[in-house]
């Protein structure tokens, strides 16, 4: 079927195709102008000098004039420039006063000035430039020497922004990257952890409540501004991901003794002790295959530390008082808290209040008293973990 269509549509029709073309038009205009123009802020004081300025950069630059350096400070709080022309002499804040106002500004310190005018003597340049400017431009000047130099000027800055740019963005992607790397790493050694722990009976959760205790315990002794010397220095992301590797060692002790049912015989405690010292070879093997793993020095004190026992008569090397690291002395609270709450293969659980109270009562035999201290302030936090991550 076919019918024509009435002149009026079609006018109608014509004139709003027009309306997109010259909306589209616009659009492109004002996002060329936004690219392509940049601004130039130009001040002196001689009218005549602001009139010739302007039209020699108007065609290619969004120029603000202004008379005055006051005027300028006032603008700026509006409209941040791509570069400032700048007379020396003018009544009221001179040049020199303006350039150092803008260096000392943050917000300003970046935008390029170049000065303009006719104090021309080389004394004048040195101390022009002293002052940050990135050149000197004597009146009169070819409007085209200007115009270069302007233009190099931008350039220059453009680059400069563009590197920024390019840095800062390699500095959040590498933030990113080793971001991953840690969760990758942490998910990785708690999961090998807790395998080795509980082989054949995986409840998977002593791992993640250890980190938990000794995060919180870490917490109360820095607000208890205890140990500070040696905290300021630990960085907690390497602290958590190390301590997950205390118990390593048993991967060396055979699953009859590790998931014994009962009371363990002199002679299979005695091996079970080995599991401090078998950790620490463990690590050191991990540690000989690889560069990237700084962490392990922290790993290998946790491993071989946290049985060892205030008044000495821990194992494996009876040390005792501050002598034992203190990655050990505070393991040794968050590992015993989180044996006495749990069901052990040998063991029934004990009740929050019972596992405090054990511990406390464990004060310079087991613990160090510092750290007891600072445990018995947060000890229903410590039993929130416990419920918060049950097993
Ligand atoms: P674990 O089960 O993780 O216990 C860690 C530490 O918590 C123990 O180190 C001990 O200091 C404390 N602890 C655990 N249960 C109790 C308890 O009922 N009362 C008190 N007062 N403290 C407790 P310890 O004794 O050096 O043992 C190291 C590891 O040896 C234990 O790690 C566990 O895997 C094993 N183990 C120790 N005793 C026995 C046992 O009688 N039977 C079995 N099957 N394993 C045992
Ligand atoms: C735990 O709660 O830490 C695990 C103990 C277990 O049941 O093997
Ligand atoms: C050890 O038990 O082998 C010593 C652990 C250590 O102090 O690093
Ligand atoms: C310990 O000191 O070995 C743990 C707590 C206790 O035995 O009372
Ligand atoms: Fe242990």
Redo the contacts with the bound molecule.
Sequence with gaps: MYFAIPARVLRLLKKLLGYCNDFRAGVLMITMQDKKKEKIMLVDDNKANLTMGKSILSELYDVFAMSSADKLFEILKHVIPDLILLDIDMPGMNGYEAITLLKADKQYADIPVIFVTAKNSELNEYEGLGLGAIDYVAKPFAPALLLKRIENHLLIQKQKKSLQEFNDNLIKMVKEKTHQLYDLQNAIISNMAEFVEFRDVITGRHISRTQKYLKKLVEQLVEDEVYTDELLIWDMNVILLSSQLHDIGKIAISDTILNKAGKLTDEELEIMKTH??KG?EVIEKIENSTDFAGFLEYA??FA??HHEKWNGSGY??GLSGANI?LEGRIMAIADVYDALISTRPYKKSFTADESARIIINSTGTHFDPTLIKSFSKIKDDFAAIAVEYMD
């Design positions: 401090t010292s620490v290998k004190l071989g530390t494996p090397q690291p």
